[in-house]
Nanobody
Framework: QEQLVESGGGLVQAGGPLRLSCAVS????????SGWHRQAPGKQRELVAT???????NYADSVAGRFTISRDNAKNTVYLQMNSLKPEDTAVYYC??????????WGQGTQVTVSS
């Protein structure tokens, strides 16, 4: 069973930064893509950012220019650097790994709360 463990969530003031980490069990390159999603109370889970095995990145319009997804291959870890945070970024953030055969694997989530 693959494991993805998020960390780094917390409470931050609007305008501040926060960095999330997602540690993947085993070799991160078993996933064709890794990424971050978030779910705010009463809303559907939405894509935040993804990074492919080849290093291509993609961002939701709402975070483009503020968030950066990256990967440390040696540590099998995916990061989400979040800058200029807004109250509307408040959500539970989930890490996801996509396997070409076995489908998607999710972490347990980490809460991010941005105060105004």
């Amino acid at each position: 069973q693959e494991q993805l463990v998020e960390s780094g969530g917390g409470l931050v003031q609007a305008g501040g930064p926060l960095r999330l980490s997602c540690a993947v069990s085993g070799n991160i390159f078993k996933f064709t893509a890794s990424g971050w999603h978030r779910q705010a109370p009463g809303k559907q889970r939405e894509l935040v950012a993804t990074i492919t095995r080849g290093g291509n990145t993609n961002y939701a319009d709402s975070v483009a220019g503020r968030f950066t997804i990256s990967r440390d291959n040696a540590k099998n870890t995916v990061y989400l650097q979040m800058n200029s945070l807004k109250p509307e970024d408040t959500a539970v953030y989930y890490c996801k790994g996509s396997h070409s055969v076995f489908g998607d694997y999710w972490g347990q989530g980490t809460q991010v709360t941005v105060s105004s």
